[in-house]
């Protein structure tokens, strides 16, 4: 049973920082793709960030030098620095995860945690 569990979200101030975490618990599979996406009230969920197994990391553009992704293969979890956050910056953000059990691949989603940026 594959589960991922996100924290890390909450209130803050524009112009603060936020670190969000995602675990992916479980046994028997291999990690390859682990990003994040986010949603806004009324818009489609869109990518933010995504980091291959080996490390080589991709952003979209409006959150370059604001936002950095990592992961730690050892603990299977994925981490989003937040820094310099503004308020178009609030939306449920949610870890997401291809795995491979096989030779199948399969997409798991987190549960998505909140991320609010006040003015």
């Known amino acids: 049973q594959v589960q991922l569990i996100e924290s890390g979200g909450g209130l803050v101030q524009s112009g603060g920082p936020l670190r969000l975490s995602c675990a992916v618990s479980?046994?028997?599979?291999?990690?390859?793709?682990m990003g994040w996406y986010r949603q806004a009230p009324g818009k489609q969920r869109e990518l933010i960030a995504n980091?291959?197994?080996?490390?080589?990391?991709n952003y979209v553009d409006f959150v370059k030098a604001r936002f950095t992704i990592s992961r730690d293969n050892a603990k299977n979890t994925v981490y989003l620095q937040m820094n310099s956050l503004k308020p178009e910056d609030t939306a449920v953000y949610y870890c997401?995860?291809?795995?491979?059990?096989?030779?199948?691949?399969?997409?798991?989603w987190g549960q998505g945690t909140q991320v609010t940026v006040s003015s």
């Open positions: 997401n995860v291809e795995i491979v059990r096989n030779d199948f691949r399969t997409i798991y």
């Open positions: 479980g046994r028997g599979f291999a990690i390859t793709v």
């Open positions: 980091i291959t197994a080996g490390g080589t990391a």
